[in-house]
């Protein structure tokens, strides 16, 4: 990270649509590395046991502004990147709502031969708002357009020119 600090970057735009895998630690190592303090989400367990999960990086956290640009299909390992960084006003997001897939599932294997997939804990954002099936509002929502089957695909990405718009306009 320090050849990104010492690149003479001003500003980052971060492209996490359609990235729906890793694994959860994943998401929220990659966050760490943004944020030098504080709380970056919460996870709720069987029993409402509640583990905040915070920042390490201190002082080696990449400190430039950031613009995430999200849509339906941000899940996972993203949602959660996302979730850490707007959720303590590290990065504004721009797009669609995350898919909102936020939590840890197991197969618990029954006396029959067959399964229950279980949710056994879900994260929530800082403030203790639901991820899990609600998703992540963006800072800048962005419509777009939907294309019917043999239609043209529109010219453009519409996400992208607003999250540099965003990025122009607000922060650099």
């Not at 403030?127 to 609600?134: E, K, T």
Request: hydrophobic share 40%.
């Amino acid at each position: 990270m320090t050849e990104l600090r010492d690149s003479g970057a001003r500003a980052l735009l971060i492209d996490v649509r359609s990235a729906a895998g890793g694994s959860f630690e994943e998401g929220i190592a990659a966050a760490r590395l943004f944020v030098s303090s504080g709380t970056l989400l919460r996870r709720t367990e069987h029993g409402d046991r509640q583990v905040d999960v915070t920042a390490t990086a201190g002082t080696e956290a990449v400190d430039i502004p950031l613009v995430l640009l999200t849509d339906f299909g941000t899940a996972h390992a993203a949602e959660l990147f996302v979730a850490g960084l707007s959720g303590t006003s590290r990065a504004d997001t721009v797009g669609q709502r995350t898919a909102g897939r936020a939590s840890l599932q197991k197969l618990v294997k029954l006396s029959d031969g067959t399964g229950l997939w279980l949710s056994w804990a879900r994260y929530l954002q800082a403030s203790g708002d639901p991820i899990h099936r609600s998703g992540i509002r963006p800072t800048v929502e962005v419509q777009v357009s939907v294309v019917q089957f043999g239609e043209p695909v529109p010219s453009g990405d519409e996400i992208l020119e607003q999250g540099l718009e965003h990025l122009r306009s607000t922060i650099l």
